[in-house]
């Protein structure tokens, strides 16, 4: 058993890469990468007064996000639809008029391409609103053109297998009609598209093929992308995404795809496989909010070794998604107890690791939600209420208000709120190459309060070492210390002395070489 005292690190071994415990695993990260922020149009900044967020308002806030570092922008769905989170859509060709027009959409996308941010589109195909024309024509009867663009049956078998996903045709006054029934997964009005027909996916590559070549955006955040078809058909969803991305290539050769897998490793790793960019990374989100719920590391490193081993499988050059929340999660602040110290440390970590990371607007300034989901969609809080035209009043917040959240505005004034946080770690990241594309590897000290990683590309090395714990942790101090210089200290003290490092409660050092 090896001393505490008489080393600084422990080499972390891959589970699957035993053969060498005495030398630290360095692995490869093959892209570059860049922060997206992801926003709910409907509650981020209203630019007509009438309370609800829109394109327009999302434009005049490009330099609010381009001064955070953001480099990439993600819409929640922005089209036509009956419902106001609108993933059920009723024209895949247009905006919903809440929002603008298609003009306004197009201008939104150049001026964030003038800022050096690429825009990915919520793009929603497993299912569609039941308003929308396709399904409107489909309802009328069996000899309709658009029958065949949905899943049918009258069979009793299928019904009694699959009672909440089957449902009867409504007519005008919203009552179930005999008669086939159609397969909606998630609710009545959204009804699953048929993708063994040839006309739906040629309707999907014109979707995809308007806003690529038209509109001009650079990618697609790709929604239920394991439901296209059920879960015991699993080589036909990969084969149909396949499809998919070979014929995006054709209209967008770089295009960026992101999907959203709910799975473990395993069941997302054939869908990075010449089929998307990169999928959103759940497991590790888990482990990095039960870290710091119960102060005690969950394996964070482990977990994103152990992925990335599964990943490298199907595909070496894939990319990372990674996360803290999102749209459907409970707020990471609400998640932490409200505890602005610990969500500093769950940006620390979010902010320094290998992959792209997404932040769900509201989390730099910690807005607070949890389930309903219109609890984890609240207005972004700019000030205190009535003072900016801009906010955006289309329901009543729960959660988060100039009660319970700091607003920007005065987080902009205070160089230790959890928005400078954020803003000095992105910058950090966006100017080291180290950080952003650079090899990772990944160090565990004896015990499992504080994470600790290398990032290195070329000649810049940079180390991170974060507390996750409410007391002081004491640790060895590496021979080499004096060789590097600190970048970032949340504390603003960083003690070394006496052969030992003494970390604060909940801080992060970055120091660079």
């Known amino acids: 058993m090896i001393k505490k005292k008489s080393i ?11 053969n060498n415990p005495g030398k630290s695993q360095e692995v490869a990260v093959p892209h570059d990468t860049r922060v997206y922020y992801s926003v709910f149009v ?16 999302l434009t005049s806030k490009l330099d609010y996000m381009q001064d955070l570092g953001v480099g990439g922008l993600w819409l929640l769905p922005v089209h036509p ?7 059920d859509v009723s024209d895949y060709y247009s905006i919903h008029p809440d929002y603008g027009t298609l003009d306004d959409y197009r201008k939104m996308v150049a001026e964030a391409h003038k800022r050096g941010m690429v825009v990915l589109l919520d793009l929603v195909i497993n299912h569609t609103s039941n308003r929308i024309r396709w399904f409107q024509e489909a309802s009328k009867g069996p000899e309709n053109p658009y029958r065949n663009y949905y899943i049918w049956s009258d069979k009793k078998s299928d019904f009694d297998a699959e009672p909440f996903h089957w449902h009867a045709v409504r007519n005008s006054q919203g009552k179930q009609t005999a008669g086939p029934r159609y397969y909606g997964f998630f609710w009545w009005e959204m009804p699953d598209l048929n993708f063994e027909s040839t006309k739906v996916r040629q309707e999907i590559f014109n979707i995809a093929s ?9 990618g697609f955040r790709l929604d239920a992308a394991k ?26 050769k770089d295009a960026l795809i992101f999907g959203e897998v709910w799975g473990n490793s395993k069941e997302i790793a054939p869908y990075l496989n010449n089929r998307m960019t990169a999928c959103f990374n759940f497991q590790l989100a888990d482990s990095i909010r039960k ?10 490193l482990q977990t994103w070794m152990q992925i990335k081993d599964t990943y490298d499988k199907e595909n070496r050059m894939h990319q990372d998604a990674i996360f803290l929340s999102n749209h459907d999660m409970n707020r990471i602040m609400t998640e932490v107890g409200n505890k602005t110290n ?18 769900y607007y509201g989390e730099e300034i910690g807005m607070l939600g949890e389930k309903p989901d219109e609890y984890i969609r609240e207005p972004f809080l700019w000030n205190v209420e009535g003072e900016d035209k801009g906010q955006t009043h289309w329901e009543i917040p729960y959660a988060t208000s100039s009660q319970t959240v700091k607003p920007l505005t005065f987080q902009t004034e205070d160089p230790q709120s959890l928005y400078h946080h954020y803003k000095s770690l992105i910058k950090i990241r966006n100017d080291s190459p180290a950080l952003r594309q650079g090899q990772f590897q990944p160090l565990m000290l004896d015990g499992r309060k504080v994470i600790g990683f290398l990032r290195m590309f070329e000649n810049e090395t940079v180390m991170v070492l974060i507390n996750i714990s409410s007391q002081m942790q004491r640790i060895p101090a590496p021979p080499d210390i004096g060789e590097f210089r600190m970048v970032y200290a949340t504390q603003g003290v960083f003690k070394s002395g006496g052969g030992a490092i003494y970390l604060q409660p909940f801080s992060t050092f970055i120091l660079k070489r």
């Open 210 to 218: 308007f806003w690529l070549k038209d509109v001009g955006i650079d």
């Open 8 to 18: 600084f690190f422990l080499a972390l071994v891959s589970v699957l890469s035993m």
């Open 42 to 57: 409907q509650s981020f900044y209203d630019s007509n007064g009438d309370g609800i967020g829109d394109i327009p308002g």
């Open 342 to 359: 610990k969500v500093k440390v769950a940006a620390s970590i979010l902010l320094t690791l290998p992959g792209n990371p997404f932040i």
């Open 81 to 87: 639809s009956p419902t106001y989170h609108k993933y």
């Open 291 to 300: 870290s710091l719920q119960e102060e005690t590391d969950h394996y964070i």
């Open 227 to 252: 439901f296209i078809y059920p879960s015991e058909q699993v080589e036909k969803n990969l084969k149909w995404w396949k499809e998919f991305r070979t014929e995006v290539s054709k209209i967008k």
